[in-house]
């Protein structure tokens, strides 16, 4: 079992759409929690960071982790074209001394004007 | 602004032949990362180093290797390169190994 899953999509969503982009993982002893947006052909850019369970709100993203259920969301709201890119989550243990992120292999979304 | 810089942004080599693929960073970060990313994949670790303490992973295949000359630039040496090791090669800063990873926008190595 991969330590993170995450559903490679595509995902392909009209402008305005609300998009929900989700992943599970498996080692409950991950604590941090982070969404990287990366556009084609360029590196991961960091977009949301969490510590634990709750949700974090910035501007017109959610990010949204539940540790009971090792499930952790990203909700986009009002989409835009601009949008359009592979977003990975990612996941860390409190204790790692070697700081290495666990990543999903990354959800592909469109959104068409 | 501070930044991750990765150099060449693309790169053709022919198998068999050495290359290596540049990152420098203007955060003044301790640790540096090394990730490949192959399409429609999640980065893996290659390798990190701490200052200068290098930490290998244990599936990183020896062909793969590393030198930090100071804080600031990290490479990345492909000693024999084969057609598998085509794929994106990401460059990731930070403050310590329990902060942030910040990346570069990665280099696309293409073996002939």
């Known amino acids: 079992q991969k330590e993170v899953e995450q559903d490679p999509g595509p995902l392909s969503v009209p402008e305005g759409a609300i998009v929900s982009l989700n992943c599970t993982y498996s080692n409950s002893a991950f604590q941090y929690f982070m969404w990287y947006r990366q556009y084609s052909r360029k590196g991961p850019e960091l977009l949301m960071y969490?510590?634990?369970?709750g949700n974090k709100e910035d501007g017109r993203f959610t990010a949204q982790v539940d540790k009971s259920s090792k499930y952790i969301s990203l909700f986009i709201r009002d989409s835009q074209p601009s949008d359009s890119a592979t977003y990975l989550c990612?996941?860390?243990?409190?204790?790692?001394?070697?700081?290495?992120?666990?990543f999903g292999r990354g959800t592909q979304l469109t959104v068409w004007p | 602004d501070a930044m991750v810089i990765q150099n060449p942004r693309y790169q053709v080599t022919q198998f068999g032949k050495p290359v290596t693929l540049s990152c420098s960073q203007t955060?003044?970060?301790?640790?540096m990362y090394w990730y490949q990313q192959k399409s429609s994949q999640a980065p893996k670790l290659l390798f990190h180093y701490y200052d200068k303490d290098f930490n290998n992973e244990a599936d990183t295949p020896d062909n793969f290797q590393s030198r930090r000359p100071n804080t600031s630039f990290c490479f990345l040496d492909i000693r024999s390169p084969g057609l598998g090791d085509a794929a994106m090669y990401l460059c990731?800063?930070?403050?310590?190994?329990?902060?942030?990873?910040?990346f570069g926008p990665g280099t696309r190595l293409l073996v002939l």
């Open positions: 990731a800063t930070s403050s310590g190994t329990q902060e942030t990873q910040y």
């Open positions: 955060l003044n970060h301790n640790v």
């Open positions: 969490t510590y634990s369970s």
């Open positions: 990612a996941t860390r243990d409190r204790g790692s001394t070697l700081g290495r992120l666990y």
